[in-house]
């Protein structure tokens, strides 16, 4: 779809500073590319090798290892910007992707931020400003507080009214940090502490609120557009609701709860957010669902979202180049009416992690890389085989995205996909997708924030007891003795489910897979 405004518009930029590292860099330098932008890297010492700089037109390395001292900072990047003649800084997601004082630095050095402006960014940044904003713009939100708690004793106070459970959240920042669910008023103390000190740590702001906490909630959020010049349009929702400790691993699109009336309404419901904070460029408004199908503002995300690939195969549109457009003064092209979901799309989040050890980080050599392709198979990746994973990043190697017709469809597409998809030398959280796509609620569509935990827990009540131990040993020595004996009949890698294959199949991808 043509999404060029007629008119109106500032001269596209000469040059873009991608202001990020991982998928997430060279997501966008494609998109520079395909636009004719050239597209300018950075790096930190530790990055020197890393492929979003091999995808760069040009790179430039920015301080040590240490975040605050490369990718968080600031004077640098802009410093950077101005050697290599950048007219716009893309920040991509996480470090300074929503950071008002960075976007207030770029205006300041004359650079255009890809993205919404200070003011938009500081107005959602605080969650309890934003729930302020929203009662006033008669948007509906989970019963709470819209103003900072100052003391256990207020907390207490305030969730007798509401009922227990409550949950405590820190009003800055997000991932689930300076979280606690609090399930009586003996709890709340320590739990006001907990949270209140993770926040401080986490965000340099200790304020905390108070909201009802809803019992098995689905996680659904809406993408928005919003240009220049007083338009706003929603692209669907994302099923966000598989998540570990408030950080989300699969998503999806279009939701499995929600249908065409249910989709207008959140949608029309996440332009209003949008248009109460004067927002530009493209954003996320998350929603809580409950088992009734209501839905609760739940805060909105000020930048291109980790997710975002579900969202472009269901509309066809690139996002990135919308918001290059956007950033570029162009008015949308596209009204409501254009916007037509088409298929099923889910996103499973490749961590260099281990699943099987409490999903302790797994940095390291890439020995092998095979990556997984065909029809509706789409891989936005940071790696390549022979590429050490520093430990000093979020552990996010890639995301592989399935699409197909129908949600059963892209889920079979899925499996197939997993068991191609091989990695060599350190740990990922593979497994962890494949037995997720075989899990009965999962497949049947019956999500909620709660549903990984449970399948984790459900792996924990499995273990063996030593007798269940002493005849899977026996069975093994059998199989081990059989196979000795015999033609082998399947190869596992990664946890893979291959099909029966030949004797000369299994050695070709023996040594196919082979380490260097």
């Given at each position: 779809?043509?999404?060029?405004?007629?008119?109106?518009?500032?001269?596209?930029?000469?040059?873009?500073?991608?202001?990020?590292?991982?998928?997430?860099?060279?997501?966008?330098?494609?998109?520079?590319?395909?636009?004719?932008?050239?597209?300018?890297?950075?790096?930190?010492?530790?990055?020197?090798?890393?492929?979003?700089?091999?995808?760069?037109?040009?790179?430039?390395?920015?301080?040590?290892?240490?975040?605050?001292?490369?990718?968080?900072?600031?004077?640098?990047?802009?410093?950077?910007?101005?050697?290599?003649?950048?007219?716009?800084?893309?920040?991509?997601?996480?470090?300074?992707?929503?950071?008002?004082?960075?976007?207030?630095?770029?205006?300041?050095?004359g650079v255009k931020f890809i993205g919404p402006t200070a003011e938009s960014m500081e107005a959602m940044g605080s969650k309890t400003h934003a729930r302020q904003m929203m009662q006033e713009a008669g948007v509906p939100m989970v019963p709470g507080t819209a103003q900072a708690l100052g003391s256990p004793a207020e907390a207490r106070e305030v969730a007798g009214r509401l009922g227990y459970p409550v949950m405590l959240k820190a009003a800055a920042g997000g991932g689930g940090k300076g979280m606690r669910v609090v399930a009586a008023a003996a709890e709340m103390e320590s739990s006001f502490t907990q949270a209140q000190s993770e926040a401080e740590r986490a965000f340099g702001d200790g304020t905390v609120y108070l909201e009802k906490f809803l019992a098995k909630p689905r996680h659904v959020e809406v993408q928005i557009l919003a240009d220049e010049h007083g338009h706003a349009i929603y692209?669907?929702?994302?099923?966000?609701?598989?998540?570990?400790?408030?950080?989300?691993?699969?998503?999806?699109?279009?939701?499995?709860?929600?249908?065409?009336?249910?989709?207008?309404?959140?949608?029309?419901?996440?332009?209003?957010?949008?248009?109460?904070?004067?927002?530009?460029?493209?954003?996320?408004?998350?929603?809580?669902?409950?088992?009734?199908?209501?839905?609760?503002?739940?805060?909105?995300?000020?930048?291109?979202?980790?997710?975002?690939?579900?969202?472009?195969?269901?509309?066809?549109?690139?996002?990135?180049?919308?918001?290059?457009?956007?950033?570029?003064?162009?008015?949308?092209?596209?009204?409501?009416?254009?916007?037509?979901?088409?298929?099923?799309?889910?996103?499973?989040?490749?961590?260099?992690?281990?699943?099987?050890?409490?999903?302790?980080?797994?940095?390291?050599?890439?020995?092998?890389?095979?990556?997984?392709?065909?029809?509706?198979?789409?891989?936005?990746?940071?790696?390549?085989?022979?590429?050490?994973?520093?430990?000093?990043?979020?552990?996010?190697?890639?995301?592989?995205?399935?699409?197909?017709?129908?949600?059963?469809?892209?889920?079979?597409?899925?499996?197939?996909?997993?068991?191609?998809?091989?990695?060599?030398?350190?740990?990922?959280?593979?497994?962890?997708?494949?037995?997720?796509?075989?899990?009965?609620?999962?497949?049947?569509?019956?999500?909620?924030?709660?549903?990984?935990?449970?399948?984790?827990?459900?792996?924990?009540?499995?273990?063996?007891?030593?007798?269940?131990?002493?005849?899977?040993?026996?069975?093994?020595?059998?199989?081990?003795?059989?196979?000795?004996?015999?033609?082998?009949?399947?190869?596992?890698?990664?946890?893979?489910?291959?099909?029966?294959?030949?004797?000369?199949?299994?050695?070709?991808?023996?040594?196919?897979?082979?380490?260097?």
């Open positions: 779809m043509e999404t060029r405004g007629e008119g109106g518009s500032r001269a596209m930029f000469k040059k873009i500073l991608v202001a990020n590292r991982g998928e997430i860099a060279v997501r966008v330098m494609r998109a520079c590319r395909e636009m004719g932008i050239p597209a300018v890297g950075v790096y930190s010492e530790v990055d020197r090798r890393a492929l979003h700089v091999r995808k760069s037109d040009e790179a430039y390395c920015i301080g040590p290892a240490p975040a605050r001292e490369s990718y968080l900072n600031i004077p640098k990047l802009l410093e950077v910007a101005a050697r290599a003649g950048a007219d716009a800084i893309h920040p991509g997601y996480g470090f300074l992707a929503e950071n008002a004082a960075f976007a207030r630095a770029c205006r300041a050095a692209l669907g929702e994302r099923e966000c609701s598989v998540q570990r400790r408030h950080q989300k691993v699969l998503e999806e699109s279009p939701s499995p709860i929600v249908d065409a009336q249910m989709r207008r309404r959140m949608g029309e419901t996440a332009v209003r957010v949008a248009q109460a904070a004067a927002y530009t460029n493209a954003g996320t408004v998350e929603f809580l669902v409950d088992a009734e199908r209501n839905f609760y503002f739940l805060e909105m995300n000020t930048r291109l979202q980790v997710e975002h690939p579900v969202t472009e195969l269901v509309t066809g549109l690139d996002l990135v180049h919308l918001q290059i457009h956007i950033a570029a003064g162009e008015p949308l092209a596209i009204e409501q009416k254009d916007i037509q979901l088409r298929g099923h799309a889910m996103e499973c989040r490749i961590y260099a992690e281990d699943p099987d050890n409490h999903f302790f980080p797994s940095p390291g050599k890439i020995t092998r890389l095979l990556y997984p392709a065909g029809p509706g198979v789409r891989v936005d990746s940071g790696s390549y085989e022979g590429w050490v994973v520093p430990i000093d990043y979020d552990p996010l190697m890639a995301k592989l995205v399935g699409y197909a017709p129908t949600r059963a469809q892209t889920i079979a597409r899925l499996k197939r996909a997993l068991d191609e998809y091989f990695v060599g030398g350190i740990k990922t959280n593979l497994p962890l997708f494949r037995e997720l796509l075989r899990y009965p609620d999962f497949v049947a569509g019956e999500l909620d924030t709660g549903l990984l935990d449970r399948l984790l827990a459900g792996r924990r009540v499995a273990a063996p007891d030593q007798e269940r131990m002493r005849l899977a040993a026996i069975a093994a020595a059998l199989f081990a003795h059989e196979e000795a004996t015999a033609a082998p009949a399947s190869v596992r890698t990664n946890g893979a489910h291959p099909p029966a294959q030949s004797a000369w199949k299994l050695a070709g991808r023996r040594e196919a897979l082979r380490e260097k």
